[in-house]
């Protein structure tokens, strides 16, 4: 399938009459873990098999990758295309708020690659197996501790915020054992040993704490140790970029949302869009929209030509959910007190730019990251 093709493909997967439907799927209610609405299901489902049948979620059965740091033999993700090719899907997923392992699955595609069993590739790649990360706990960009048997394949650890943790068949749990050396274990999640506990979040998606106690990790799916450390580092700089595409397009639907009701509400007996404090307001985040994702694109193009992207992905990341969260509450005030009702989109917009802008690193974290990687590139200069 040609770069093009896929991309008209994927427009018509999230195209404008089918993303305010999607917006909505699997909502939760506070305190409710019940299973989402049937028909919400199958809409979902039905999404996920376009996906599959795009063959985006063919993770770990591409080419080998060149990306710096990975061991060899390790396979890049997805269908071939880099991540330039994709990033319009990213801001397609984001504009619609799509929900779903998906950004779990590229990650764990990058992590593990072509130490998947094989097995499990098939199902893969047709999504009918699907990985969620356990990895983070408190640091945002090193994994948290876990306790590995590895001669009984056992493993236990705590992870607070795991996506879509209840409804996947596996758990890539990805910490620091002993000695602090990186460890990487495929877990089946339907086991005594694995127990989750759902978060009430504000964007009423599916977040969970998972436990592991003595859990089994699925036979062949143990990774070996050499130079995961750097591998961690490629992977969650990668993995902070799809985000940002994500939290762009989440933005420009925030924006298209607001503009949209600009021009039809009228007051002072003209659309409110002819104001110019709300209409400058617009075009000011339009502007920010645009330069993020430009950021956005160039920084994929580099991951695309093997370049060492940590330092820009934390810069698109952390701009890109600022962007998302003030675009969205902006959608709140100029839809007033409707933005803040059931029916209108924009509370659901805030909603989710709100803890999806956190998944990968809350903004101190990002901006701490990008302070100590710009202070090592200037050390850098001075010693050359």
Same mark, same amino acid.
């Given at each position: 399938?040609?770069?093009?093709?896929?991309?008209?493909?994927?427009?018509?997967?999230?195209?404008?009459?089918?993303?305010?439907?999607?917006?909505?799927?699997?909502?939760?209610?506070?305190?409710?873990?019940?299973?989402?609405?049937?028909?919400?299901?199958?809409?979902? =489902? $039905?999404?996920?098999?376009? %996906?599959?049948?795009? /063959?985006?979620?063919? @993770? #770990?059965?591409? !080419?080998?990758?060149?990306? +710096?740091?990975?061991?060899?033999?390790?396979?890049?993700?997805?269908?071939?295309?880099?991540?330039?090719?994709?990033?319009?899907?990213?801001?397609?997923?984001?504009?619609?708020?799509?929900?779903?392992?998906?950004?779990?699955?590229?990650?764990?595609?990058?992590?593990?690659?072509?130490?998947?069993?094989?097995?499990?590739?098939?199902?893969?790649?047709?999504?009918?197996?699907?990985?969620?990360?356990?990895?983070?706990?408190?640091?945002?960009?090193?994994?948290?501790?876990?306790?590995?048997?590895?001669?009984?394949?056992?493993?236990?650890?705590?992870?607070?915020?795991?996506?879509? =943790? $209840?409804?996947?068949?596996? %758990?890539?749990?990805? /910490?620091?054992?002993? @000695? #602090?050396?990186? !460890?990487?274990?495929?877990? +089946?999640?339907?086991?005594?040993?694995?127990?989750?506990?759902?978060?009430?979040?504000?964007?009423?998606?599916?977040?969970?704490?998972?436990?592991?106690?003595?859990?089994?990790?699925?036979?062949?799916?143990?990774?070996?140790?050499?130079?995961?450390?750097?591998?961690?580092?490629?992977?969650?700089?990668?993995?902070?970029?799809?985000?940002?595409?994500?939290?762009?397009?989440?933005?420009?639907?925030?924006?298209?949302?607001?503009?949209?009701?600009?021009?039809?509400?009228?007051?002072?007996?003209?659309?409110?869009?002819?104001?110019?404090?709300?209409?400058?307001?617009?075009?000011?985040? $339009?502007?920010?929209?645009?330069?993020?994702?430009?950021?956005?694109?160039?920084?994929?193009?580099? !991951?695309?030509?093997?370049?060492?992207?940590?330092?820009?992905?934390?810069?698109?990341?952390?701009?890109?959910?600022?962007?998302?969260?003030?675009?969205?509450?902006?959608?709140?005030?100029?839809?007033?007190?409707?933005?803040?009702?059931?029916?209108?989109?924009?509370?659901?917009?805030?909603?989710?730019?709100?803890?999806?802008?956190?998944?990968?690193?809350?903004?101190?974290?990002?901006?701490?990251?990008?302070?100590?990687?710009?202070?090592?590139?200037?050390?850098?200069?001075?010693?050359?």
């Amino acid at each position: 399938m040609t770069t093009a093709r896929a991309a008209a493909d994927e427009a018509d997967l999230f195209d404008a009459e089918v993303a305010p439907l999607i917006r909505r799927l699997g909502e939760r209610a506070r305190g409710r873990a019940e299973p989402i609405d049937v028909d919400d299901a199958a809409v979902s =489902a $039905a999404v996920w098999r376009g %996906l599959a049948g795009l /063959g985006v979620l063919s @993770g #770990g059965a591409g !080419a080998p990758s060149q990306d +710096p740091g990975m061991p060899p033999g390790t396979e890049s993700s997805g269908d071939g295309r880099g991540l330039l090719a994709k990033a319009r899907l990213h801001e397609l997923m984001g504009n619609a708020l799509y929900q779903s392992p998906y950004f779990d699955m590229a990650l764990a595609a990058d992590i593990i690659g072509a130490y998947v069993p094989a097995g499990l590739l098939p199902g893969l790649a047709a999504g009918d197996v699907t990985i969620a990360v356990a990895a983070l706990a408190h640091d945002a960009d090193a994994p948290g501790p876990l306790e590995i048997d590895e001669t009984a394949g056992k493993v236990s650890g705590v992870r607070r915020f795991v996506s879509y =943790a $209840a409804g996947v068949d596996h %758990l890539l749990a990805v /910490g620091t054992g002993d @000695g #602090g050396r990186l !460890a990487v274990v495929l877990v +089946p999640r339907d086991q005594p040993g694995v127990t989750l506990r759902r978060q009430d979040d504000l964007g009423r998606g599916d977040l969970y704490e998972v436990r592991f106690e003595n859990a089994s990790e699925l036979p062949g799916g143990g990774v070996p140790a050499e130079g995961w450390a750097e591998l961690w580092r490629v992977a969650l700089a990668r993995a902070r970029l799809r985000r940002a595409g994500y939290l762009t397009g989440l933005a420009l639907g925030a924006l298209d949302l607001s503009a949209d009701y600009a021009r039809r509400r009228r007051v002072f007996g003209g659309p409110l869009a002819k104001l110019q404090a709300p209409a400058f307001r617009l075009a000011s985040l $339009a502007a920010r929209v645009e330069a993020v994702r430009t950021l956005v694109h160039r920084t994929c193009a580099e !991951a695309d030509a093997v370049a060492d992207i940590e330092l820009p992905a934390c810069q698109a990341l952390m701009l890109a959910a600022e962007l998302a969260v003030e675009t969205a509450a902006e959608a709140i005030q100029i839809h007033g007190s409707y933005g803040l009702t059931e029916r209108c989109d924009a509370q659901l917009f805030y909603r989710r730019a709100i803890v999806d802008s956190m998944l990968l690193g809350t903004g101190r974290d990002l901006r701490r990251r990008t302070a100590e990687l710009l202070a090592r590139t200037a050390e850098k200069g001075d010693q050359a």
